[in-house]
């Protein structure tokens, strides 16, 4: 049973930097097919996509992020990161890692989500 | 404002039938992309409950259906339950400037 955990500040600071982690237990970050994602939910609002990353590192990003956003593979921790840069208390939100399964564009498994606020 | 038009809420009887509606258009939707749907119970990470447009995961209760025809989709939960109130986000892909994954704005459902 493959689990996702974020981890990182609760709370950043305008245009600082926010810094994620999600650590994947249960199986291989690098196994093939497996596309590593970031998507967040907004307070009130719904669910917005952020990006991905393959098992081989390759990055796809949301066109509206895509300036500020880098997402990185640690294979050596099977951990995958979000960075992303000059926040603004519109980036509030609960930012959730998910697994995107073969790429077919389903998350079959989630991390628990984590509180960040821009304050 | 979402891509993909959900109803903000819904409300049904326990035991009644309850349709939640996805619309989009000619760029996602309707250009053949499948459609994914999740419940998001409170304070917990969303589920997936239907894949590629009428698929159900292992586990997930055959109350669930889903549907999709022309640039819409639909989840429909049969045998309403109290457990079933939650948040559900439809979610598929957008192709107008370059393809990306998009959700719903989501639709709450009570159960009164």
């Known amino acids: 049973q493959v689990q996702l955990q974020e981890s990182g500040p609760g709370l950043v600071k305008p245009s600082q930097t926010l810094s994620l982690t999600c650590t994947v237990s249960?199986?291989?970050?690098?196994?093939?097919?497996?596309?590593w994602t970031w998507i967040r939910h907004h307070p009130g609002k719904g669910l917005e996509w952020i990006g991905y990353?393959?098992?081989?590192?390759?990055?796809?990003?949301n066109p509206s992020l895509e300036s500020r956003i880098i997402i990185s593979l640690d294979t050596s921790k099977n951990q995958f990161s979000l960075k992303l840069n000059s926040v603004t208390a519109a980036d509030t939100a609960v930012y959730y890692c998910?697994?995107?399964?073969f790429g077919s564009g389903k998350f079959d498994y989630w991390g628990q989500g984590t509180l960040v606020a821009v304050s | 404002q979402s891509v993909l038009t959900q109803p903000p809420s819904v409300s049904g009887a326990p035991g009644q039938r309850v349709t939640i509606s996805c619309t989009g258009s000619?760029?996602?939707?309707?250009?053949?992309?499948?459609v994914h749907w999740y419940q998001r119970l409170p304070g917990k990470a969303p589920k997936l409950i239907i894949y590629?447009?009428?698929n159900r995961p292992s586990g997930v209760p055959e109350r669930f259906s889903g549907s999709k025809s022309g640039n819409s989709a639909s989840l429909a939960i049969t045998g309403l339950q109290a457990e079933d109130e939650a948040d559900y986000y439809c979610?598929?892909?957008?192709?107008?400037?370059?393809?990306?994954?998009?959700f719903g704005g989501g639709t709450k459902l009570t159960v009164l």
């Open positions: 590629g447009n009428t």
């Open positions: 979610q598929s892909y957008e192709s107008r400037l370059s393809v990306y994954v998009i």
């Open positions: 000619s760029s996602n939707i309707g250009a053949g992309y499948d």
């Open positions: 998910a697994r995107d399964d």
């Open positions: 990353i393959s098992y081989s590192g390759s990055t796809y990003y």
């Open positions: 249960g199986g291989s970050i690098s196994s093939d097919g497996n596309y």
